[in-house]
């Protein structure tokens, strides 16, 4: 849609024609057309979703899961494999998921696990995907062809990876090795025990017949107060006594104390994550625990355990140390025995045991007999007492965090949690959203955005047939209400501004006024007012060597300048600033021309700089956000831009400035980018001075 006028100039003008476009409602904008109602969920262009609403035969639920998550393990075996077996050294090499010719040296350890330094003989590694938290395999040639050793990235550098691996490599010094992305058999099969454990006669869930949807009325049914063994009329009358909340937070809060099962949906900074910790900490407080919290990711896990450490609740991180943020490991189980007062028992055995090994070799006849017999006994005795050691800090604590597969660890195998809270429920798939439910969960709360991006599904047919639907999202399709969190705290009003309109049925507030959060200087918005910035580039797409994704070359070089103009302003800084793009293909190109223009390591232009794909900053934020869309072509191809979750995480990411790099053409063969598009036109927020400065 275009201007029916010419563009408006002057300040007076301009205010008063924004007057005439903004309507009388607030966040009521002409051109916008709503998208999908607050609370609705919506298929995005392209995706099909095969997963019925209720499973009125539990069998039906049980056999499509499970024919789901196999498909999901399978084409990511088939996938790691074909890489390893078909794809040359270079192709590996330049989508940065394999290093070769790599240096080692041990590097100490993390708690009772042998990290592993990898280097090259150069000075800096090649551009690689590697990141903390990576599953990967370490070989020496083939990892196809020999055993492999499986590790966990810890930290990374210019000239090093480092990583835990769970058994020690031999001559490690000797030699070059290989580093590449693996698979994890893991997930999976803790999807598989808790699907089985849904049905189990023993075992099950108390909510089984609400996840199912096999009653009557959801609404009701969800309402109802739980069995907690008398703990849920103290957990009821925290309800109404919480400080500290604003309107739709309290009512969130409410319905967690309350309810069995019950739903929050958290808009982009909404302070969902906050409210979850202040209703895992009410519960810690009825002396309810251990209550277990989980999320999809490490990252999200993180921010749960952060805020309950921060609120003195007694928490512990159920997880591999590498993959927990470094200033909260010791919360972690690891750590929590190596201070419990029974490590100096574990170290005395193990000593002993040690030395009786040492000596076994010179041993002969009856006194190497009994040296064996005294050595198994020994190993026997340190397991009885780590495991005495973890039972009893598990009860001591108030609150398990764990990621969904996390909590199916054999360290909680035997455990019961009638409490559970779910964070990012609407990015686990529902098979992983069991894991934690099936340890006996009475009463749960689920918290997410089905308007942010669903799960990701590596199986294009797993995907198709719906394993990329969250749970979340399926009890909302049941008639399950949930409680939207309605005051945002993140972006500046007028970023905010379509997002809400379009995505939110316009029911979004601000927290924050613009005087919180100023235009930053060094670049030159179109209105200093609405700090958001449209340019209109007609760059090309390409497609990157793999064959599997986009770049564009275009945009990824102006955003290198806009860059520069934004640190030439003086008031903020890399840390600051975020760029960010839907594909793959441009995180590359991006990593290299900064690498190139300054480098973003310590002491270099850009050190604090990120740049990440879209689907890799749902949760995150920054004072600037540079947005590369990538697509431009004739045709009008967009690819997976068409999903509005995409585009709705992406612009929400902002606090003070929103810098969105595309080609409108193309853009506007969908029908949300479109109203954004037209809204920015509206709204006098097109750059096109920037391409000429």
Request: glycine share 10%; proline share 5%.
């Amino acid at each position: 849609m275009a201007l029916t006028g010419p563009i408006i100039e002057g300040e007076g003008q301009r205010r008063g024609a924004l007057r005439h476009i903004m309507g009388e409602r607030k966040g009521k904008v002409r051109r916008i057309g709503k998208g999908v109602p607050a609370g609705t969920p919506e298929i995005p262009e392209g995706n099909t979703d095969g997963v019925p609403d209720a499973f009125p035969r539990s069998q039906d639920h049980h056999e499509r899961f499970h024919r789901l998550i196999d498909w999901e393990l399978e084409d990511e075996m088939l996938g790691v494999e074909e890489r390893l077996r078909k794809w040359p050294r270079n192709l590996l090499m330049e989508n940065g998921l394999t290093l070769f010719d790599l240096l080692a040296k041990n590097d100490g350890w993390l708690f009772s696990e042998r990290i592993i330094k990898l280097f090259s003989k150069g000075n800096t590694l090649p551009h690689h995907r590697f990141s903390h938290g990576d599953i990967v395999t370490l070989s020496r040639k083939n990892p196809l062809k020999e055993k492999s050793i499986e590790g966990t990235v810890l930290s990374r550098g210019r000239n090093h990876i480092r990583v835990v691996v769970n058994e020690q490599p031999s001559k490690i010094r000797e030699g070059n090795w290989r580093l590449d992305r693996g698979a994890n058999r893991v997930a999976h099969d803790r999807m598989a025990a808790a699907l089985n454990e849904l049905y189990a006669e023993d075992g099950g869930s108390p909510l089984r017949e609400l996840i199912l949807g096999q009653v009557r009325d959801m609404v009701g049914s969800s309402a109802r107060v739980a069995n907690l063994g008398g703990f849920e009329k103290r957990i009821a009358s925290m309800a109404g006594h919480e400080r500290g909340l604003n309107q739709s937070q309290q009512e969130a809060f409410d319905a967690a104390m309350k309810n069995r099962l019950s739903l929050i949906q958290g808009p982009p900074g909404t302070g969902k994550t906050h409210t979850a910790v202040r209703i895992l900490t009410a519960w810690a407080q009825t002396g309810a625990g251990p209550i277990l919290a989980v999320a999809d990711s490490n990252v999200a896990v993180d921010n749960l355990l952060e805020g309950l450490l921060d609120a003195g609740v007694k928490a512990i991180r159920i997880g591999q140390p590498a993959k927990v943020r470094e200033h909260l490991r010791e919360a972690t189980m690891a750590a929590r025995m190596d201070e419990h007062h029974l490590r100096e028992d574990v170290d005395i055995l193990l000593k002993l045991n040690e030395d009786l090994m040492r000596r076994l070799p010179a041993m002969k006849g009856k006194e190497k007999g009994i040296a064996h017999r005294d050595v198994k006994r020994g190993w026997k005795e340190v397991r009885r007492i780590e495991n005495q050691m973890k039972d009893d800090i598990i009860e001591h604590a108030e609150v398990i965090c764990a990621t969904c597969v996390g909590s199916g660890h054999l360290l909680l195998e035997s455990r019961r949690f009638p409490l559970v809270l779910m964070d990012e429920a609407t990015q686990a798939t529902e098979p992983a959203t069991l894991v934690p439910l099936v340890k006996g969960a009475r009463h749960a709360v689920l918290v997410g955005d089905h308007q942010q991006l669903p799960p990701t599904v590596i199986s294009r047919r797993a995907e198709q047939d719906g394993l990329a639907r969250s749970l979340f999202e399926r009890l909302i399709a049941l008639g399950l209400p949930a409680t939207m969190l309605k005051t945002q705290y993140r972006m500046h009003p007028v970023i905010r501004e379509w997002p809400s309109e379009r995505f939110y049925g316009g029911e979004l507030d601000d927290g924050i006024t613009a005087t919180d959060r100023p235009a930053p200087a060094g670049f030159v918005w179109p209105d200093w007012d609405a700090p958001i910035a449209f340019v209109p580039i007609d760059g090309s797409e390409d497609t990157s060597a793999d064959g599997r994704s986009k770049h564009n070359l275009d945009e990824a070089a102006l955003a290198v300048r806009i860059v520069d103009m934004l640190l030439s302003g003086g008031d903020i800084e890399p840390m600051d600033i975020g760029v960010v793009t839907p594909y793959s293909g441009q995180v590359r190109l991006l990593n290299d021309l900064f690498e190139n223009a300054g480098g973003r390591e310590i002491g270099e232009k850009y050190h604090g700089l990120e740049i990440k794909s879209v689907d890799g900053y749902q949760g995150r934020e920054k004072d600037v956000i540079i947005l590369s869309s990538v697509r431009a072509n004739d045709a009008g191809e967009l690819g997976f831009l068409t999903d509005y979750r995409r585009l709705n995480v992406a612009i929400t990411r902002a606090k003070r400035g929103l810098i969105l790099l595309g080609h409108p053409r193309t853009l506007r063969n969908s029908t949300d980018w479109a109203s954004w598009c037209d809204w920015a036109r509206e709204r006098g927020l097109e750059a096109y001075h920037v391409l000429h400065m």
